[in-house]
């Protein structure tokens, strides 16, 4: 059955994703290539650009439909494709999610999928053309996030501008941003010194609110001072933008659980996670994560054994049957 999963669409309210993280349902699985590291991997979903105090969205500017010819796109231009650094190639089975948004990892190059087109969104994200995937399979080979031995052009000044936009803040959130960056110069030392100070001064939990407050994020720093990914995440790229620093939010999934018997990773709803893009002069699209670790360790059990089974039964299905 249909497993709604909110937050990666145009629009993810704060604390909206806090319920998806509760919840242990699966809802992608995925392989590497031969020869590929098993590193953590976030999956990017959703590219949010504006924020108004409660939400992220985007503006609907539409975005490129990319024909795909023979099965494959071809997703980077030749600059990208020169760039060093370390490839991975990937097979990704989403759920039937209620979403249709492609989850990809890293900066993808390639997209290999049985799709007439895909929409190329005006953040950079892709997305089905033509509505939600029901069980969709599809490749990719991406380059994962390196700093880059040739700079990156700078983002023309609509663009920056749109990564700067503001909603009326509480006045103490500028202040935070900048005493806690006092003393530190470039953008680069900026994030970093942004990032350690909310995953060091601020706790992780699931719980979510008691009550709905006017400002959750001016909540969430100077009251609550605890939450998930998504407050984490609003509150760097708030910060970043009362700086002048172009920031955006990402919506996705990370990690995943490795499966021996099948050989595939799963992702759970509670894999949804939250992190920050910031433009660096020089170097591009950088990521964030100031989220601390949540300190809830998740023990495995005969009851996750057996899951392991019954999962790798489902994928043995649709690898021997359905595909």
Known sequence: ???????????????????????????????????????????????????????????????????????????????????????????????????????????????????????????????????????????????????????????????????LQLPALDPRIAALARDVTSGYSTDRMLARVLENYLRTHYAYTLELPSRTVADPLAHFLFERREGHCEYFASAMAVMLRALGIPARVITGFQGGTFNPISGWYVVRASDAHSWVESWLSGRGWTTFDPTPPDPVRRRGSIWGRLYLYLDAAEMFWQDWVVN
Not at 76 to 87: E, L, N, T
Not at 133 to 155: D, H, I, K, M, N
């Open 1 to 163: 059955q249909r497993y709604h999963l909110p937050g990666f669409s145009n629009e993810v309210r704060l604390g909206e994703i806090g319920e998806v993280l509760q919840q242990s349902t699966p809802v992608m699985h995925f392989r590497l290539g031969e020869g590929n590291r098993p590193e953590p991997l976030k999956w990017r979903g959703a590219v949010l650009s504006r924020f108004d105090g409660k939400r992220w969205f985007n503006l609907a500017t539409g975005g490129d439909i990319l024909p795909v010819e023979k099965g494959r796109l071809i997703l980077a231009d030749d600059a990208q494709r020169r760039r060093q650094g370390i490839r991975i190639r990937y097979e990704v089975q989403l759920r039937d999610i209620g979403s249709d948004a492609l989850f990809l990892a890293g900066v993808p190059e390639v997209l290999w999928i049985d799709s007439p087109t895909v929409l190329r969104t005006s953040s950079g994200a892709y997305r089905l053309s033509y509505g939600t995937g029901e069980g969709l399979r599809y490749g990719a080979s991406s380059f994962l996030e390196t700093p880059s031995a040739e700079p990156v052009p700078e983002l023309p000044p609509t663009v920056t501008t749109e990564y």
